[in-house]
């Protein structure tokens, strides 16, 4: 494995919103004009509810260097239970990558509501810095495994 | 082959300041799928919009990416477009590279590298899309209101005012609720009876409300515009259809039972009305009491009755029918102060009154013909205390929340002994005073000016001594204990949710909070609708509230109503669960998860080993799934997908930077 | 054993015979006198060919999907391990407790290459769970089998050498997919992993795909893993399911507090339901 400088190194980061909090969260941190590092891609989603496990290992396989679930807090789901749900299958999902052997850092979940722009900024703030930190990610990396 | 077409707004320099729009769109030219790119001034306006149409037809496009503000902002608009060409509306994704992009990023270079990266995972997606069709579900023109007090009897006014049919479900043998048992209502008081019973009247003669006092809403199935509700008559053993309310037989009725209505302070019969100006004006025997019915004994109501309408024998019954929408107003009850309170003398002393018995003490058709008497000896109380928050803002002893209307009628109550009894001494204690509406304030400062003597803190025991009743408390204004010697204590006490609401609730698909108060789908800007598409509610099943705001939040759920019984047709969002029922094992994963039960199980007809079989699959109600796609996370196979999210689309998303 | 081996032919017999059921599901002998494998009796007088030793290390549930259509019963040899599996497959829609009747069996741990077999080591429940009839005294269950020794083992250890030691194992897997074949969870219709239209995962073989397979599969059966560990066993590669098996069952149970699978038929599932309670620990 090749050493990297760490500091030159612009993580991607995959995150997966939902629609009715956390998306509408981003899009206010938008309207103030809030800064945050470029890093991070959105896929939309109606609902965190709708985050099948299964993708979190996808971003991995094909090149994030970290993934990023969020939702709405708990008793605000647009869908009343949908981030209930979500909250256990990722906090299944999170200890079972951890077993597997990728950092803890790299996979993580927030509640971000529609009016926490801040939180928002500060999370892609937080988690950025903490992915750049560790470094390109190579465990479970197709393109590594093939190269 | 796919034939996609990229738009990259400008958004004037919104956009194009800080992206370089026309490399984005270069880049967008050279992705796989795509046959023409280009940048739009203002991709939103008419002109802009004229342009893709015409682009969509010089070019065959058949699926569109608009890279522009964010799609919560536009999708809509868009999708309107796209209806008016060739295009599926549905075969659109917008690139959020405002409110994700421009606007967060500084740095030229990396927000348009990012604008490009966004542009090709919407195109990966959007070369999934599948063209979706909404479909309609008929309307059924009717309302059910569950729930006869003032909020749903506003309701249901409204609403067959406005044109339609309503059927009002009441527990209770009348309509009226709580408010007709009020004696004069805060900060006009103008007479609570005399101006509900005139609407109670207009609601039992109007041409487009069905009554059904003494009933209970047994089932609630279907959805949004078609809801089929079975409804429980619980037997009154007095045929209304015949019974003219003559009086007769409540008049010679010999058991005399405390009225619930006067709450305990006065007496009704066994064969009873409410109460007298009741909505019907007909009366129901209560069976638990009436000695005919419990020990075969009397029968006098039915000897004396001119028409024959007694039925002893009659039995609880079932009908249903088939409603648009439903209007939940299911009210609140008071707490039962007495098991919270054992300080208060836990209900031991009689002259220790709740808020509403002192509304009947003080009411003229009351049990005392509004004469304020001790309930123990009838003697006129020289004094009183009224003790706010009991059982509301207590959370050691019973509820946090405030019950909002009670510091206004500890006001009135005060103003009101003062009035009728000269020289009366009223002493309120109270945690804070809270006067938010109009001319609440001014009528708190006038109960003061008539001499009601505020004492900021809680009392802490209640005894009797003397015959008197001493109330010990703290000022917590001068730190010093107080103790008053008074004839009477009236307890505010804490609303609650009426009992069963929630499970009432339960049956059309409403949470309730953790108070048991029914949850709103919003509590901004959906105040009276429900996650329950179809169901909404009003008045106190959302939580305490006074007259004016339970009045104007039912007028609030009616004018919903309204809105929705005037559709012929409901456009269903396409965008909703679909199974592929050749892969399902029917593992019921997607049903446990469904937030709207919009998942049962079906049996098909199969083919295993050569046999025909039956197999158990997974089925979705398009009028109930409400398209957040829990299942299809929760399908280990996958075979029940969200269109127009599908796994398949999502995973090219995810893909889409890394080819 | 001889004891259970000879009521269990009486019993089978008996039931084929009075046409109760069209199918007796057991465990026949093979030219190995170390091993057993799975019988299918579908004649009263074939019960004697029945045997019940300490070899018979197959968990035979999952069979009785072959029967679940069909108009008769199909009797089963039921010890623990079969009794949850049947819990499981009912509890995930597959199976109706209508169409197999269970004989249930008290265990004592059965043997592999002469040692206590692997699977039985940590079994909690060698008396059935669920049966019709038990054939002989209920056994004493083992008290704590350190279930998640070796889970807490690998937990202990620093990420890149759980990391490497997952890339080493899942490195010899050939997709075989035997694993997903044995297992009672594993009772999908269709596997995720032939969804290829929406193209879950690749086919290749390499230790990439392999090891998405082997976490996906995991994780599919992570609230639902009735610990047979027929997977392990199966395992041509000797790849150790069982230890992240087992880690998500000790998180099922730390997490949601959800004891075990397959205890009973109508289970809920701790990612089928929820509590508002539950913990926030990624937050």
Same mark, same amino acid.
């Given at each position: 494995?090749?050493?990297?400088?760490?500091?030159?190194?612009?993580?991607?980061?995959?995150?997966?919103?939902?629609?009715?909090?956390?998306?509408?969260?981003?899009?206010?941190?938008?309207?103030?004009?809030?800064?945050?590092?470029?890093?991070?891609?959105?896929?939309?989603?109606?609902?965190?509810?709708?985050?099948?496990?299964?993708?979190?290992?996808?971003?991995?396989?094909?090149?994030?260097?970290?993934?990023?679930?969020?939702?709405?807090?708990?008793?605000?789901?647009?869908?009343?239970?949908?981030?209930?749900?979500?909250?256990?299958?990722?906090?299944?999902?999170?200890?079972?990558?951890?077993?597997?052997?990728?950092?803890?850092? /790299?996979?993580?979940?927030?509640?971000?509501?529609?009016?926490?722009?801040?939180?928002?900024?500060?999370?892609?703030?937080?988690?950025?810095?903490?992915?750049?930190?560790?470094?390109?990610?190579?465990?479970?990396?197709?393109?590594?495994?093939?190269? | 082959?796919?034939?996609?077409?990229?738009?990259?707004?400008?958004?004037?320099?919104?956009?194009?300041?800080?992206?370089?729009?026309?490399?984005?769109?270069? #880049?967008?030219?050279?992705?796989?799928?795509?046959?023409?790119?280009?940048?739009?001034?203002?991709?939103?306006?008419?002109?802009?919009?004229?342009?893709?149409?015409?682009?969509?037809?010089?070019?065959? +496009?058949?699926?569109? @990416?608009?890279?522009?503000?964010?799609?919560?902002?536009?999708?809509?608009?868009?999708?309107?477009?796209?209806?008016?060409?060739?295009?599926?509306?549905?075969?659109?994704?917008?690139?959020?590279?405002?409110?994700?992009?421009?606007?967060?990023?500084?740095?030229?270079?990396?927000?348009?590298?990012?604008?490009?990266?966004?542009?090709?995972?919407?195109?990966?997606?959007?070369?999934?899309?599948?063209?979706?069709?909404?479909?309609?579900?008929?309307?059924?023109?009717?309302?059910?209101?569950?729930?006869?007090?003032?909020?749903?009897?506003?309701?249901?006014?409204? $609403?067959?005012?406005?044109?339609?049919?309503?059927?009002?479900?009441?527990?209770?043998?009348?309509?009226?609720?709580?408010?007709?048992?009020?004696?004069?209502?805060?900060?006009?008081?103008?007479?609570?009876?005399?101006?509900?019973?005139?609407?109670?009247?207009?609601?039992?003669?109007?041409?487009?409300?069905?009554?059904?006092?003494?009933?209970?809403?047994?089932?609630? #199935?279907?959805? &949004?515009?078609?809801?089929?509700?079975?409804?429980?008559?619980?037997?009154?053993? @007095?045929?209304?259809?015949?019974?003219?309310?003559?009086?007769?037989?409540?008049?010679? =009725?010999?058991?005399?039972?405390?009225?619930?209505?006067?709450?305990?302070?006065?007496?009704?019969?066994?064969?009873?009305?409410?109460?007298?100006?009741?909505?019907?004006?007909?009366?129901?025997?209560?069976?638990?009491?009436?000695?005919?019915?419990?020990?075969?004994?009397?029968?006098?109501?039915?000897?004396?009755?001119?028409?024959?309408?007694?039925?002893?024998?009659?039995?609880?019954?079932?009908?249903?029918?088939?409603?648009?929408?439903? $209007?939940?107003?299911?009210?609140?009850?008071?707490?039962?102060?007495? #098991?919270?309170?054992?300080?208060?003398?836990?209900?031991?002393?009689?002259?220790?009154?709740?808020?509403?018995?002192?509304?009947?003490?003080?009411?003229? #058709?009351?049990?005392? *013909?509004?004469?304020?008497?001790?309930?123990?000896?009838?003697?006129?109380?020289?004094? @009183?205390?009224?003790?706010?928050?009991?059982?509301?803002?207590?959370?050691?002893?019973?509820?946090?929340?405030?019950?909002?209307?009670?510091?206004?009628?500890?006001?009135?109550?005060?103003?009101?002994?003062?009035?009728? &009894?000269?020289?009366?001494?009223?002493?309120?204690?109270? $945690?804070?005073?809270?006067?938010?509406?109009?001319?609440? *304030?001014?009528?708190?400062?006038?109960?003061?000016?008539?001499?009601?003597?505020?004492?900021?803190?809680? @009392?802490?025991?209640?005894?009797?001594?003397?015959?008197?009743?001493?109330?010990?408390?703290?000022?917590?204004?001068?730190?010093?204990?107080?103790?008053?010697?008074?004839?009477?204590?009236? +307890?505010?006490?804490?609303?609650?949710?009426?009992?069963?609401?929630?499970?009432?609730?339960?049956?059309?698909?409403?949470?309730?909070?953790?108070?048991?108060?029914?949850?709103?789908?919003?509590?901004?800007?959906?105040?009276?609708?429900?996650?329950?598409?179809?169901?909404?509610? =009003?008045?106190?099943?959302?939580?305490?509230?006074?007259?004016?705001?339970?009045?104007?939040?039912?007028?609030?759920?009616?004018?919903?109503?309204?809105?929705?019984?005037?559709?012929?047709?409901?456009?269903?969002?396409?965008?909703?669960?679909?199974?592929?029922?050749?892969?399902?094992?029917?593992?019921?994963?997607?049903?446990?998860?469904?937030?709207?039960?919009? &998942?049962?199980?079906?049996?098909?007809?199969?083919?295993?080993?050569?046999?025909?079989?039956?197999?158990?699959?997974?089925?979705?109600?398009?009028?109930? =799934?409400?398209?957040?796609?829990?299942?299809?996370?929760?399908?280990?196979?996958?075979?029940?997908?969200?269109?127009?999210?599908?796994?398949?689309?999502?995973?090219?998303?995810?893909?889409? +930077?890394?080819? | 054993?001889?004891?259970?081996?000879?009521?269990?032919?009486?019993?089978?017999?008996?039931?084929?015979?009075?046409?109760?059921?069209?199918?007796?599901?057991?465990?026949?002998?093979?030219?190995?006198?170390?091993?057993?494998?799975?019988?299918?009796?579908?004649?009263?007088?074939?019960?004697?060919?029945?045997?019940?030793?300490?070899?018979?290390?197959?968990?035979?549930?999952?069979?009785?999907?072959?029967?679940?259509?069909?108009?008769?019963?199909?009797?089963?040899?039921?010890?623990?391990?079969?009794?949850?599996?049947?819990?499981?497959?009912?509890?995930?829609?597959?199976?109706?407790?209508?169409?197999?009747?269970?004989?249930?069996?008290?265990?004592?741990?059965?043997?592999?290459?002469?040692?206590?077999?692997?699977?039985?080591?940590?079994?909690?429940?060698?008396?059935?769970?669920?049966?019709?009839?038990?054939?002989?005294?209920?056994?004493?269950?083992?008290?704590?089998?350190?279930?998640?020794?070796?889970?807490?083992?690998?937990?202990?250890?620093?990420?890149?050498?759980?990391?490497?030691?997952?890339?080493?194992?899942?490195?010899?897997? &050939?997709?075989?997919?035997?694993?997903?074949?044995?297992?009672?969870?594993?009772?999908?219709?269709?596997?995720?992993?032939?969804?290829?239209?929406?193209?879950?995962?690749?086919?290749?073989?390499?230790? !990439?795909?392999?090891?998405?397979?082997?976490?996906?599969?995991?994780?599919?059966?992570?609230? /639902?893993?009735?610990?047979?560990?027929?997977?392990?066993?199966?395992?041509?590669?000797?790849?150790?399911?069982?230890?992240?098996?087992?880690? !998500?069952?000790?998180?099922?149970?730390?997490?949601?507090?959800?004891?075990?699978?397959?205890?009973?038929?109508?289970?809920?599932?701790?990612?089928?339901?929820?509590?508002?309670?539950?913990?926030?620990?990624?937050?």
């Amino acid at each position: 494995m090749a050493i990297t400088d760490n500091t030159n190194f612009e993580p991607k980061i995959l995150a997966f919103c939902c629609n009715w909090c956390t998306y509408t969260g981003a899009d206010l941190a938008g309207l103030n004009r809030m800064k945050y590092p470029d890093n991070i891609r959105i896929i939309r989603l109606p609902c965190s509810g709708r985050v099948n496990p299964q993708f979190i290992l996808r971003a991995f396989q094909k090149g994030y260097d970290g993934v990023l679930v969020c939702g709405c807090h708990p008793g605000d789901c647009h869908y009343t239970s949908g981030n209930y749900f979500t909250r256990r299958r990722f906090l299944l999902m999170k200890r079972l990558l951890e077993f597997a052997g990728i950092e803890r850092e /790299r996979f993580q979940a927030r509640w971000i509501s529609g009016s926490e722009a801040g939180k928002f900024r500060d999370t892609i703030l937080k988690v950025t810095e903490e992915i750049r930190a560790l470094g390109p990610n190579h465990r479970m990396k197709e393109a590594d495994i093939y190269d | 082959m796919a034939r996609a077409g990229v738009f990259i707004c400008h958004c004037g320099s919104n956009i194009a300041s800080v992206i370089d729009v026309e490399q984005v769109a270069k #880049s967008a030219e050279q992705m796989t799928g795509v046959v023409y790119a280009a940048t739009n001034k203002y991709a939103c306006s008419i002109s802009g919009q004229e342009m893709m149409k015409q682009a969509i037809i010089d070019h065959q +496009l058949d699926r569109l @990416v608009i890279a522009s503000c964010t799609p919560r902002m536009h999708e809509t608009t868009f999708r309107k477009m796209l209806g008016k060409t060739s295009v599926n509306p549905y075969m659109l994704e917008v690139a959020n590279i405002r409110e994700q992009c421009s606007w967060v990023h500084t740095d030229k270079e990396k927000a348009t590298a990012k604008a490009i990266d966004l542009v090709r995972m919407s195109l990966a997606k959007v070369l999934k899309n599948q063209p979706l069709f909404t479909s309609s579900i008929p309307v059924c023109k009717k309302c059910l209101v569950i729930g006869g007090g003032i909020a749903g009897i506003q309701a249901a006014l409204d $609403i067959a005012d406005g044109g339609y049919e309503v059927t009002l479900v009441e527990r209770e043998p009348s309509l009226g609720g709580k408010m007709v048992m009020l004696d004069k209502t805060f900060p006009t008081l103008d007479c609570s009876a005399c101006i509900s019973t005139p609407k109670m009247a207009e609601v039992g003669a109007h041409p487009r409300i069905k009554l059904m006092s003494s009933c209970e809403v047994s089932a609630v #199935s279907g959805y &949004i515009g078609n809801f089929e509700v079975t409804i429980k008559q619980n037997p009154r053993y @007095v045929d209304h259809d015949i019974c003219t309310g003559c009086g007769l037989c409540e008049e010679k =009725c010999p058991t005399k039972l405390k009225s619930s209505f006067d709450q305990g302070l006065g007496q009704r019969k066994a064969i009873y009305k409410l109460f007298p100006q009741a909505v019907p004006a007909k009366p129901v025997i209560d069976a638990q009491h009436c000695t005919k019915l419990t020990k075969d004994k009397c029968g006098v109501c039915a000897k004396v009755c001119p028409l024959g309408c007694i039925n002893f024998a009659d039995q609880e019954s079932y009908t249903t029918d088939t409603f648009g929408a439903i $209007i939940l107003a299911t009210g609140y009850q008071l707490i039962d102060w007495g #098991s919270h309170y054992p300080e208060y003398g836990g209900g031991a002393y009689a002259d220790v009154i709740s808020g509403l018995q002192f509304e009947r003490l003080v009411n003229a #058709s009351g049990p005392t *013909e509004g004469k304020i008497k001790r309930p123990s000896d009838g003697a006129q109380p020289k004094s @009183v205390a009224i003790i706010k928050c009991v059982g509301s803002r207590d959370v050691a002893k019973a509820h946090g929340y405030c019950s909002r209307a009670c510091c206004m009628y500890a006001a009135k109550h005060a103003h009101q002994t003062i009035e009728k &009894i000269a020289g009366a001494q009223v002493y309120i204690f109270y $945690i804070d005073v809270r006067t938010p509406g109009k001319a609440y *304030e001014e009528f708190y400062d006038r109960t003061r000016e008539d001499g009601a003597v505020y004492i900021r803190g809680r @009392v802490s025991k209640i005894y009797e001594e003397n015959g008197k009743l001493i109330c010990k408390g703290e000022d917590t204004l001068i730190g010093k204990q107080v103790t008053v010697e008074v004839d009477l204590v009236v +307890l505010e006490t804490a609303m609650e949710p009426a009992a069963n609401s929630g499970q009432t609730a339960a049956l059309a698909g409403v949470s309730a909070d953790k108070d048991g108060w029914l949850t709103e789908a919003h509590p901004k800007l959906r105040p009276v609708e429900t996650q329950s598409a179809g169901v909404f509610l =009003c008045g106190t099943a959302q939580g305490p509230k006074d007259i004016p705001d339970t009045v104007a939040q039912a007028s609030a759920a009616a004018a919903k109503v309204l809105g929705l019984l005037a559709k012929d047709e409901l456009e269903t969002s396409p965008m909703i669960s679909a199974v592929d029922t050749s892969k399902c094992s029917g593992c019921r994963f997607c049903e446990q998860v469904c937030p709207v039960k919009a &998942i049962s199980m079906i049996d098909i007809p199969s083919i295993y080993n050569g046999q025909k079989v039956k197999r158990t699959v997974a089925q979705v109600n398009s009028g109930l =799934c409400s398209g957040c796609g829990a299942c299809s996370a929760a399908c280990r196979t996958g075979c029940i997908d969200l269109l127009g999210f599908t796994n398949k689309q999502i995973l090219e998303e995810v893909d889409a +930077l890394w080819q | 054993m001889t004891d259970i081996q000879n009521i269990l032919r009486e019993r089978a017999h008996a039931l084929l015979d009075e046409g109760k059921i069209a199918c007796f599901i057991g465990w026949g002998a093979t030219r190995f006198n170390e091993r057993a494998m799975p019988k299918f009796i579908f004649k009263a007088e074939e019960s004697s060919s029945l045997v019940y030793n300490e070899h018979c290390l197959n968990t035979l549930a999952k069979y009785t999907l072959d029967f679940q259509y069909g108009a008769e019963k199909v009797g089963l040899a039921t010890r623990g391990c079969e009794a949850r599996a049947i819990n499981r497959l009912i509890a995930d829609g597959r199976l109706s407790r209508d169409k197999v009747y269970l004989l249930g069996i008290p265990c004592q741990g059965m043997l592999e290459h002469g040692k206590p077999a692997d699977k039985c080591v940590f079994c909690r429940h060698r008396n059935p769970v669920v049966y019709d009839e038990l054939l002989g005294e209920k056994t004493i269950e083992l008290q704590n089998p350190p279930r998640f020794e070796s889970v807490l083992e690998l937990e202990n250890k620093s990420d890149t050498e759980r990391y490497d030691f997952w890339q080493k194992q899942f490195a010899k897997c &050939i997709r075989c997919y035997a694993c997903r074949n044995v297992c009672p969870a594993c009772n999908c219709l269709e596997c995720y992993t032939e969804q290829y239209r929406t193209g879950w995962q690749g086919k290749q073989a390499n230790t !990439l795909e392999n090891s998405v397979f082997g976490f996906t599969r995991a994780y599919h059966i992570g609230d /639902r893993c009735i610990e047979c560990g027929e997977c392990e066993r199966i395992c041509p590669m000797e790849i150790p399911l069982m230890k992240v098996n087992r880690k !998500l069952v000790k998180d099922v149970e730390e997490l949601f507090g959800v004891e075990e699978s397959g205890l009973s038929e109508d289970e809920i599932h701790a990612l089928g339901s929820y509590n508002k309670e539950d913990l926030e620990e990624f937050m």
